[in-house]
């Protein structure tokens, strides 16, 4: 791309309330391209390289007021965990060359960014850039997180994870398998059951061909759940609560069959949260954002480096290649069509 060369962006068309997304909440413009003329101080021209794409994106389409984060601005582009390259710089801190993450990252293929909302990537090369985005990105610590400060892991114990295959849970799996605990992995086709296999699980199976819930948990974990890590919610999340011991810890991530309901009339109302009670069980949520810039960041990035640098730990990438297909990547989200870490190459 030329400095003349348009950008290209993706903002936010409309709004979707209830039921499911679609391309209509999207539009893909292309505008003038900044230029390095164009930067104020402490300020950098960052070309993308890759971009996140993750499910709590439905939220932001929304247009409610009262999620636990805010809504994507209309005509304003999309923004999610991202790393790009710096092409120009205003800043002592950051030169051009330098790879860049950000939590923010707008969905153009240049951008002018403040530098105090980047971070720069003392060992960040175009060729290990993914890596930001994908098995060091925000899922992988969510999972980290989830499972060492709720979960509390003991080996020996049974683990359940739903979305097994997916960007948090193929992480939860590997961690939990190296924490000695039995893992029991769901995923929803027979080559993602294979792969949740494939990275340590001891049992798995699909949840579209299961049967009853209750039962194929049961048959997969006859002496109980000790931690469930719920990417789900829904009916599956109410399944698991029938099948969980004394003592157990029930990690809640997502809720993504709740993402797309049409109305409050169709949530699914939960039945077993008596066994929260009897079970003496921790039901808590996990709000990653709380933990970024403390010592389990550091802990998380030391452990999971660790396993990845010894080749010890897998990581599958639904990777989509250019800007202009990526709201069709965040849609496949919500039926199942990616597989493993959904993101971006722009």
Do not use: H
């Amino acid at each position: 791309m030329t400095s003349d060369s348009p950008v290209t962006r993706v903002l936010a068309n409309r709004y979707s309330p209830g039921g499911a997304p679609s391309l209509d909440n999207f539009k893909v413009v292309s505008a003038p391209a900044p230029t390095k003329d164009s930067l104020k101080e402490n300020q950098v021209l960052v070309r993308s390289l890759y971009l996140s794409v993750d499910p709590y994106q439905r939220g932001r389409l929304t247009g409610a007021t009262n999620n636990y984060i805010p809504c994507y601005e209309l005509n304003k582009p999309i923004t999610t965990d991202g790393v790009a390259i710096v092409e120009a710089s205003t800043s002592a801190d950051i030169s051009e060359g330098d790879i860049v993450s950000s939590r923010i990252a707008s969905w153009e293929t240049k951008s002018v960014v403040d530098v105090a909302t980047l971070r720069k990537l003392p060992t960040g090369t175009i060729e290990n850039a993914r890596d930001f985005v994908t098995v060091f990105g925000m899922p992988s610590f969510t999972a980290f997180v989830g499972l060492t400060t709720v979960g509390k892991p003991k080996a020996g114990e049974t683990i359940l994870v739903s979305s097994a295959s997916g960007a948090v849970g193929q992480i939860v799996v590997q961690l939990a398998k190296a924490c000695g605990l039995r893992v029991v992995g769901v995923a929803g086709s027979e080559d993602k059951v294979e792969f949740v296999k494939s990275i340590g699980a001891d049992a798995a199976f699909n949840y579209k061909t299961c049967g009853v819930f209750t039962e194929a948990i049961k048959q997969a974990a006859p002496e109980g759940i000790d931690i469930y890590f719920d990417n789900v919610g829904g009916e599956f999340l109410d399944a698991a609560l029938t099948n969980i011991n004394f003592g157990a810890r029930i990690i809640s991530c997502g809720m993504i069959s709740q993402y797309n309901v049409k109305s409050a009339d169709e949530t699914y109302g939960l039945k077993n949260t008596f066994n929260i009670l009897t079970k003496a069980a921790i039901f808590q949520g996990v709000r990653v954002s709380r933990y970024y810039g403390t010592p389990t960041e550091d802990e998380f990035m030391a452990e999971v480096g660790k396993l990845y640098k010894e080749g010890k730990l897998q990581y599958r990438i639904d990777e989509t290649t250019g800007l202009e297909n990526a709201p069709q990547a965040v849609l496949n989200l919500y039926d199942g069509k990616n597989f493993g870490k959904s993101v971006v190459k722009v």
